[in-house]
């Protein structure tokens, strides 16, 4: 199923990202964003993304 242009969910669901965080990831990569605030260590699979805790967030706009 393609969702959101040229990005395929399936692939995000099939490496274990849960449906609803493949839809997000999906929209940011369409929109060309590639850093997540998350403390969901689910995104750390996907390699087109960098996430971010809260506190490493937090020190980055310091």
Known sequence: MKLF???E???YIKAGIKPRDA???ATM???GIF???SNDADFD???EIERLDFV???EKIK
């Open 23 to 25: 839809i997000h990831l």
């Open 45 to 47: 699979k996907v390699q």
């Open 35 to 37: 850093t997540i605030v």
């Open 29 to 31: 990569l369409e929109h």
């Open 56 to 58: 490493k967030a937090l």
């Open 5 to 7: 242009g040229r990005f």
């Open 9 to 11: 969910i399936t692939k």
